[in-house]
């Protein structure tokens, strides 16, 4: 799903601001423009773009650089490109090495050397230090959910954060977060309401033009890293997933990272230069409110897993069926499962859901739908009406569910109200929101279902975990032990009984595995990921940026 995420999810859109407009320089569809080279144009999703590169705001231009994904750093950049790919080869950026001491209590960054901001100041571990001091102090932008005790810069070089307990679980949200400069945001006033109409950042690209209609970024030449071999990048907003396939078959953009329907057909043979990649991450599936009946019971919960068909599901939209009960994407987490959850696989068995409702109570009304004190089984799915994807499953789940007598309406949003229905718990269940990709299953469950990480239905979950508000006391004591271990085998015996806890009581029925979306064009660059190299993921990012070169 383009919307993925990472620490959290890409979900992007702003309101038209026309007294931001800034006339858009050369703009060509064949992707030629501003200066020397070849600027490569990037479908986004969008309603409309806002000139707002503040990167800790949701609905802003930034948002329509894929930045959510997971690698961020067009313009603002993290210490470590987390690797949701090729997973275990995380990459050093803005800090070149690190080691965790003190019974994993202390995390220390040495970070490069030779970098600059794009105003020629020099970076330094002071705007590291500053920029997390200001997550920690303006709690609204802390969506990564940054967590320490205390930060220092021993040197200008070095970093030195502190936690309570043993945080090693942690980095990849500390590490992902996008580092601003001191000598700038230290003068903004309430960072939470700065717009940031021209960004200074360490990353390889700058702003160069912008209007609501697109926005060109250009390779920073000063870049502490090799410059980038493209001229720049444009970012151009399309309202849904079939307008950004349109723009790529029809060649008015060379990159995206979007979910193509039928993609051999509509897309890839089109030409031999188009591509299509979608290397697995993550679980997805039906989402539960938790604290809204009818999810609420475990029986019509358990009634949902045993009815659907999750391949009927799955090719929906060319995705993998789901198959272990873990939640765990397949084949990707094969190691982590417990032995005594191997082979323990999704099987349909419409009688068995329909018993399990029998069993509880539930009575099946003249209507076929069952009920229970006079309330009828209904409950409404929600996500923007604009992702087509997420809307061509949800319309075969109503008809599955419809069979074994359990009601689904379809609740569509806005792509800018996604995030705060599903923050604030004001939804019954959604598909296409569960965390990003994770290095390792205890994190997949940390995000998912995590009790100490619970909201009550009305208080926004700062960072968007365990949106299904699970609270279930034995597995918030196993959450808070696990750091806590200090051998494989205590962190296996932890993560067996938490996927028991997932097993039991289904805290998201996951039906489908979900990729990272990346569609190109190879007529004009190369260098791209591929099956054959995975280097990274291929959705627009800096890390693929860099390694494009235009075709000879």
Same mark, same amino acid.
């Given at each position: ?30 992707? *030629? ?33 894929? %930045?959510? =994904? ?10 470590? =490109? ?19 001491? $003190? ?20 970076? *330094? ?8 001091? /200001? ?66 950042? %360490?990353?390889?690209f700058v702003l160069d033009t912008f209007s609501p209609q697109s926005f060109v970024l250009k390779t920073n030449k000063d870049y502490w890293q090799d410059p980038a071999k493209i001229a720049g990048i444009r970012f151009i907003p399309y309202k849904d997933n079939q307008g950004q396939t349109n723009a790529l078959v029809q060649g008015q953009a060379d990159w995206s990272g979007t979910y193509i329907a039928d993609a051999e057909k509509t897309y890839l043979s089109k030409s031999k230069d188009n591509h299509y990649w979608a290397p697995v991450v993550g679980s997805d599936g039906l989402i539960p409110n938790l604290e809204k009946w009818p999810l609420s019971d475990i029986a019509v919960r358990r009634a949902i897993s045993l009815g659907v068909d999750r391949a009927q599901v799955g090719a929906a939209t060319d995705s993998p069926p789901a198959t272990s009960q873990t939640g765990l994407p397949m084949p990707a987490f094969e190691s982590e ?92 269940? %959604?598909?296409?929101? #569960? ?7 205890? $994190?997949?469950?940390?995000? /998912? /279902? $995590? ?10 979950? #700062? ?7 699970? $609270? ?38 996951? /039906? ?41």
């Amino acid at each position: 799903m383009n919307r993925r995420r990472s620490v959290r999810r890409a979900v992007i859109g702003a309101t038209l601001a026309a007294s931001l407009v800034v006339p858009l320089a050369a703009c060509s569809s064949n992707g *030629s423009g501003s200066g020397d080279g070849l600027i490569l144009n990037v479908a986004s999703q969008s309603d409309s773009l806002t000139q707002s590169f503040n990167p800790y705001l949701p609905n802003t231009a930034q948002g329509a650089t894929y %930045t959510n =994904q997971g690698a961020g750093g067009f313009i603002y950049e993290p210490l470590v =490109q987390i690797n949701n790919v090729d997973i275990g080869k995380d990459i050093p950026w803005l800090a070149k090495s690190w080691e965790w001491s $003190n019974e994993n209590k202390t995390l220390t960054l040495h970070l490069q050397s030779g970098v600059k901001w794009t105003d020629g100041q020099k970076f *330094s571990a002071d705007d590291v230090v500053f920029t997390y001091d /200001m997550l920690k102090k303006y709690p609204a932008l802390n969506v990564g959910g940054v967590d320490f005790d205390t930060i220092t810069a021993p040197d200008p070089d070095t970093v030195v954060m502190t936690f309570a307990s043993p945080s090693e679980t942690k980095f990849t949200s500390l590490v992902s977060a996008a580092i601003v400069s001191k000598h700038i945001w230290s003068k903004v006033g309430d960072p939470t309401t700065y717009v940031d109409k021209n960004p200074v950042g %360490t990353g390889p690209f700058v702003l160069d033009t912008f209007s609501p209609q697109s926005f060109v970024l250009k390779t920073n030449k000063d870049y502490w890293q090799d410059p980038a071999k493209i001229a720049g990048i444009r970012f151009i907003p399309y309202k849904d997933n079939q307008g950004q396939t349109n723009a790529l078959v029809q060649g008015q953009a060379d990159w995206s990272g979007t979910y193509i329907a039928d993609a051999e057909k509509t897309y890839l043979s089109k030409s031999k230069d188009n591509h299509y990649w979608a290397p697995v991450v993550g679980s997805d599936g039906l989402i539960p409110n938790l604290e809204k009946w009818p999810l609420s019971d475990i029986a019509v919960r358990r009634a949902i897993s045993l009815g659907v068909d999750r391949a009927q599901v799955g090719a929906a939209t060319d995705s993998p069926p789901a198959t272990s009960q873990t939640g765990l994407p397949m084949p990707a987490f094969e190691s982590e499962v417990a032995a005594k959850y191997k082979g323990l696989d999704f099987k349909q068995d419409k009688p068995a859901a329909e018993k399990q409702l029998t069993d509880a109570g539930y009575t099946k009304g003249s209507d076929g739908f069952y009920e229970k004190d006079g309330k009828k089984v209904e409950f409404s799915v929600s996500f923007p009406a604009s992702y087509t994807d997420i809307a061509a499953r949800a319309q075969v789940l109503v008809s599955q569910l419809k069979d074994i007598g359990i009601k689904l309406d379809i609740d569509t949003t806005s792509v800018n109200d996604i995030n705060k229905i599903t923050a604030d718990g004001t939804f019954q269940s %959604t598909i296409g929101y #569960p965390v990003g990709p994770a290095p390792r299953a205890f $994190n997949i469950y940390d995000s /998912m /279902m $995590n009790p100490n990480k619970y909201y009550p239905v009305g208080q926004a979950t #700062p960072t968007f975990e365990n949106i299904e508000r699970f $609270n279930d006391p034995v597995a918030k004591e196993l959450f808070a032990q696990y750091p806590l271990a200090t051998t494989d085998e205590e962190r296996s015996a932890i993560l067996e009984k938490l996927q028991g806890i997932w097993i039991d009581q289904l805290p998201m029925i996951v /039906m489908f595995y979900w990729g990272n979306y990346g569609d190109w064009s190879s007529a004009k660059v190369t260098g791209w990921p591929s099956e054959k190299d995975p280097y990274f993921a291929p959705y627009p990012n800096p890390v693929v940026a860099l390694k494009l070169k235009p075709v000879s």
